[in-house]
């Protein structure tokens, strides 16, 4: 009894360490099959995800003796399959995975990804759309997103931009959607809609220059060439290595887009040489709740210093003082203290003797105009 007693406990340590169960091994009667399965799974996901294939195969391929007919086991071997490109195999296990257990929306989420990957559009639609069908899945926003993505590689553009506005529709502060859905706004040229879109992916996402080269691509289809510069200068001064910024550069400060600004901004007879100069609108705070819609927009023009005046205000009536100062809000940065107030970022840094733009913090108060204009 003894002997039997320790074998068993060899067995489960040698599960923890990915040991092959020695050959002739009896397991006990009550030993839980479908448990040490699971085990091997957990095991074998973990050493894919850290890049160590060997012990992977060898856990998920134990899992598989222990269980051949759990879905899970054949599902896993499956992605091990599709990583390392060894596609018939891939298709088997997810065929296999998917008779044990047709009614899985998460297989079938992965299985209409895996058809995607092969170029079988029509075959992966069919299985995203299993997936969303399932009125028990609670990854719908997922499917959805992956259909989108599946479509634009398809060069279906307008299939992806209904499924990601759908993939919207059940997760309205989903950020990846909601940014590839204002890309793709752009690419079609439907540029109010992204300028919104755009606004929604920045109340629940951080800046980026991914959103800042956007909200720049944005505004010059628009015709916003001001504000567009807005959006590069930002760009500059917070990624100056990034790709984004070099591409910035190369597509709108060149001699050539340069020249070709000047001409579509060339004055009339009638005009002035010199236009006021567009400030970029400011972007909405960040939601404290999920919302649909885009919320109202402060409005862009600078509040107005107060006038001189002879007569003496009427009792009830009051001046509104001009801002000077900023505390510093939750989830606040520099960028967006920037549009709030209209005065560009190296100014701020400047006034308030900062040593980068992500330096602030809250609570913090910053000048928001010179303090040396101040008494």
């Known amino acids: 009894m003894m002997r039997r007693y320790i074998l068993v406990i060899l067995f489960l340590l040698?599960?923890?360490?990915?040991?092959?169960?020695?050959?002739?091994?009896e397991a006990p009667d009550d030993f839980d099959t479908d448990a040490a399965a699971k085990t091997r799974i957990s095991l074998g996901l973990t050493y894919l995800k850290n890049g160590n294939y060997t012990q992977a195969k060898m856990n998920l391929d134990r899992a598989l003796e222990f269980a051949p007919r759990m879905?899970?086991?054949?599902?896993?071997?499956?992605?091990?399959?599709?990583?390392?490109?060894?596609?018939?195999?891939?298709?088997?296990?997810?065929?296999?995975?998917?008779?044990?257990?047709?009614?899985?929306?998460?297989?079938?989420?992965?299985?209409?990804?895996?058809?995607?990957?092969?170029?079988?559009?029509?075959?992966?639609?069919e299985f995203f759309l299993k997936a969303i069908n399932n009125q028990r899945y609670a990854n719908t926003a997922e499917s959805y997103e992956n259909m989108a993505l599946c479509s634009q590689s398809q060069g279906q553009i307008d299939d992806a931009i209904e499924?990601?506005?759908?993939?919207?529709?059940?997760?309205?502060?989903?950020?990846?959607?909601l940014y590839l859905l204002a890309e793709l706004l752009t690419a079609t040229e439907r540029y109010e809609e992204a300028r919104q879109t755009l606004r929604r992916f920045e109340r629940v996402s951080r800046v980026s220059a991914e959103s800042l080269w956007?909200?720049?691509?944005?505004?010059?289809?628009?015709?916003?060439?001001?504000?567009?510069?807005?959006?590069?200068?930002?760009?500059?001064?917070?990624?100056?290595?990034?790709?984004?910024?070099?591409?910035?550069?190369?597509?709108?400060?060149?001699?050539?887009?340069?020249?070709?600004?000047?001409?579509?901004k060339a004055p009339t007879i009638n005009q002035p040489a010199t236009m006021p100069v567009q400030k970029p609108e400011p972007m909405p705070e960040p939601a404290s709740q999920?919302?649909?819609?885009?919320?109202?927009?402060?409005?862009?023009e600078p509040e107005a210093e107060p006038v001189a005046d002879t007569q003496q205000p009427d009792e009830e009536s009051s001046v509104a003082p001009v801002v000077?100062?900023?505390?510093?809000?939750?989830?606040?940065?520099?960028?967006?203290?920037?549009?709030?107030?209209?005065?560009?970022?190296?100014?701020?840094?400047?006034?308030?003797?900062?040593?980068?733009?992500?330096?602030?913090?809250?609570?913090?108060?910053?000048?928001?105009v010179d303090p040396s204009t101040q008494q």
Not at 102 to 112: C, H
Not at 290 to 300: F, G, H, L, T
Not at 360 to 367: E, K, P, R, V
């Open 163 to 177: 499924y990601l506005q759908n993939a919207l529709n059940h997760q309205p502060t989903r950020g990846k959607s």
């Open 324 to 368: 000077t100062k900023h505390i510093v809000e939750k989830q606040e940065n520099l960028y967006r203290i920037s549009l709030r107030y209209n005065v560009k970022m190296d100014k701020l840094v400047e006034w308030n003797n900062l040593d980068d733009p992500s330096s602030i913090y809250t609570g913090m108060s910053l000048w928001v």
């Open 71 to 125: 879905a899970d086991a054949h599902y896993s071997i499956a992605y091990y399959y599709q990583l390392v490109g060894e596609v018939q195999r891939a298709e088997e296990s997810y065929q296999d995975a998917m008779r044990l257990a047709p009614r899985n929306a998460d297989i079938a989420n992965s299985y209409g990804a895996f058809l995607c990957q092969q170029g079988n559009y029509p075959k992966a639609k």
């Open 14 to 25: 040698g599960g923890c360490v990915s040991q092959p169960v020695p050959d002739g091994f």
């Open 214 to 264: 956007l909200a720049a691509e944005i505004e010059h289809g628009l015709g916003n060439i001001d504000a567009a510069r807005g959006y590069g200068d930002m760009l500059l001064q917070m990624y100056p290595q990034h790709p984004n910024t070099q591409r910035y550069l190369a597509t709108h400060r060149s001699p050539d887009a340069v020249a070709k600004q000047r001409m579509k």
């Open 290 to 300: 999920p919302v649909s819609e885009p919320a109202a927009q402060e409005s862009s």
